[in-house]
Structure formats: C-alpha cells, structure tokens
C-alpha cells in the first residue's frame, strides 16, 4: 500500500461546478497537507497547505482535513477552463524535516467551458 | 525573477546511453532536490542537498542514479547506461531553508 492514495481520475465538469479531490494517507505523522497544482508539461506549484486537522480557505478553494480518518479534501467552487490541471496532494511530517514531499498519484481535472 | 530552469527540456536516448540533466535553482536556495515523475504518476523523490552536501539519496533507484551539486549553485543528475524504465519526467525543485519548493518545468527523458 503506498503511504499516499489519491484517485486519479480523470475528472470531467462543467464550468461553474463544484469539484472535490481527495486523498488518504497512511503516515500517523504527517502534519502539513499540501495541495500542488500541475499544468501540463509544467512543473507542479504549491496551491495551498493545511497544518493538522480542519478547513482552509483561499478564494474558491477550500482544503479540508480530517486526521482520524487519515482524509484529504480540496474543494473548488465555480471551477473554471483555466482550473483544468492536474492536482497533487502531499502531506508532510514538518516539524524538523528538511521538505522531502510524498506526492499522492494525482487527479486530472478538466473543467469544460 | 527567475524561476528554476532544467535543460534539455527533451531528451530522446537510446538504451545504454547516458545522459546528463541539469537544474539552475533560484538564485540563493539552500535546498534543491530531485524527483522522478512517471507517466500519470506523482512525482517521487530521488535526492536533496543542503548547500553542496548531497544529504538524502535514498530515492535513487540503482547506482546508475548520480547526482552532483559541486558549488552549492547548478546540480546535474547522471543516468548512466539509460534503461527503457528510466522513461519519465525528472523534475528539480530549489527552496530556501525548510521552506516551500519550487520546481522547474522538468526535464522530459525518452528512453528507445
């Protein structure tokens, strides 16, 4: 089993939908949740991070976690054309350790006009 | 500023071949790390440095895997004797101190 599942996808909606990306994590001492962003044949971009459990707004997105249920949650409302990528999770031990990122599988969105 | 840049962008191998890639980090990051991302995968670590200092190779995946930081600036990753299953996207992320990465766009490895 690896130490992050993220199910991949592909994932088709229309613009304005609300879409939600999910991961599981095995790692009891993961602390920071990341979410990157990846276009494609680009290299993937921090779109935001959670510290421990709860929610975290950012605009249209909303990042979501839930530590007993080892449950990662990105929320996008009114998805738009220019959301369509493919979103990483990555969840992170912190604390002394250097960045070293465990990336789940990634979703493909594509958001149609 | 500039970003993190990776060269070539493509590179097209035949087996048994090496090949070098190289990352220009964000002037002045302390960390750079390398990741190998496979097709419809995410990408997976392969080495850090700190500095100069190669700390962590745990990812590379055999000892045709090399990778070099000599100033603390540029890093070259070496495939040696290149393998079909060495076909992905290598990617090079720079961050300041235990800080937020930033990755380049990659370097995409075809190996025939």
Redesign the interface.
């Known amino acids: 089993q690896k130490e992050v599942e993220q199910d991949p996808g592909p994932l088709s909606v229309p613009e304005g939908a609300i879409v939600s990306l999910n991961c599981t994590y095995s790692n009891s001492a993961f602390q920071y949740f990341m979410w990157y962003r990846q276009y494609s044949r680009k290299g993937p971009e921090l779109l935001m991070y959670t510290y421990s459990s709860g929610n975290k707004e950012d605009g249209r997105f909303t990042a979501q976690v839930d530590k007993s249920s080892k449950y990662i949650s990105l929320f996008i409302r009114d998805s738009q054309p220019s959301d369509s990528a493919t979103y990483l999770c990555a969840p992170h031990p912190g604390g002394t350790s250097y960045g070293k990122l465990t990336f789940g599988q990634g979703t493909i969105l594509t958001v149609h006009p | 500023g500039a970003g ?1 840049s990776q060269s070539p962008r493509y590179k097209v191998a035949k087996r048994g071949q090496d090949v070098a890639l190289r990352c220009d980090p964000i002037s002045g990051h302390v ?1 750079l ?1 390398w ?1 190998q991302q496979a097709l ?6 392969l080495t ?1 440095f ?1 500095n100069e200092a190669q ?2 190779k745990s990812g590379l995946p055999s000892d045709r895997f090399f990778a070099e930081r000599p100033e603390g600036s540029v890093s070259t990753l070496k495939i040696q004797r290149t393998q079909q299953e060495d076909s992905a996207v290598y ?1 090079c ?1 720079s ?1 300041p101190a ?9 370097t995409r490895l075809t190996v025939l």
């Not at chain 2, 419809?40 to 670590?45: D, K, L, R, V, Y």
């Not at chain 2, 235990?98 to 990659?106: A, K, L, V």
């Open positions: 993190v960390s790390f990741y419809g995968q995410g990408p997976e670590f850090y700190q700390l962590d990617l992320a961050s235990m800080s937020e990465q930033f990755f380049g766009p990659g």
